[in-house]
């Protein structure tokens, strides 16, 4: 009978293999007494993470943008803190609201992911980016940086803008948050032009 002496070395190697398996998968987390080691100084993973995560900004007493998200990781190194926003679910993406100096919505980013760099004011959208505005504008494109200081927004990458009267493309973009202007480095264009007669 060769079945109970194949099971009892497969069970042999089962048990000699979970206590090597279960040791790989192990993780210790936290200062020892010996202080960090050059290792610890390099980001193993995040410092905090956040599930149905929700962050705003004021600026003044106002509101200047908000964040939600499904999770947020935050790491913080020697130099900087700043935290991931990502969804688990393609169906449920990044929302990030930019508020004017009034306080109103000035503009909707939504994405796959955001990188937020709260020392610096500015966060970092990447997938399928889209802009929105109140007034109608609309902006598409895979990356994009805002920028709480000087209130704009940028990408070296490809986008599109559409206004209710024109479709812009082209490579680069320099633009205030709410797309009223904005400039962008090569493109096409085509504009709606009404005709007098």
Same mark, same amino acid.
């Given at each position: ?33 010996? #202080?960090? %080691? ?13 599930? =149905?995560? $929700? @962050? ?46 009034? #306080?109103? %919505? ?13 020392? =610096?004011? $500015? @966060? ?74």
């Amino acid at each position: 009978m060769r079945t109970p002496t194949l099971m009892r070395r497969l069970w042999l190697v089962v048990g000699l293999l979970l206590p090597i398996l279960g040791a790989l998968g192990c993780e210790r987390r936290g200062n020892g007494a010996r #202080g960090p %080691s050059a290792d610890s100084l390099a980001p193993e993973g995040p410092d905090q993470i956040t599930w =149905e995560a $929700r @962050f705003s900004m004021d600026e003044g007493g106002r509101r200047r943008a908000a964040i939600t998200a499904q999770k947020m990781e935050q790491y913080k190194t020697e130099d900087s803190t700043y935290s991931i926003w990502r969804t688990l679910v393609d169906t449920n993406r990044v929302r990030s609201h930019v508020f004017d100096e009034q #306080g109103d %919505s000035s503009a909707t980013i939504v994405a796959d992911s955001v990188v937020f760099f709260s020392q =610096e004011g $500015r @966060f970092e959208a990447y997938g399928n980016v889209v802009v929105t505005t109140q007034d109608g504008r609309r902006l598409n494109s895979e990356h994009l940086t805002w920028n709480q200081a000087d209130r704009t927004i940028r990408t070296r990458r490809f986008v599109r803008i559409t206004t209710p009267t024109e479709r812009v493309q082209g490579n680069g973009l320099v633009a205030d948050e709410d797309l009223e202007t904005y400039q962008i480095g090569s493109f096409t264009a085509e504009v709606e032009v009404e005709n007098d007669s």
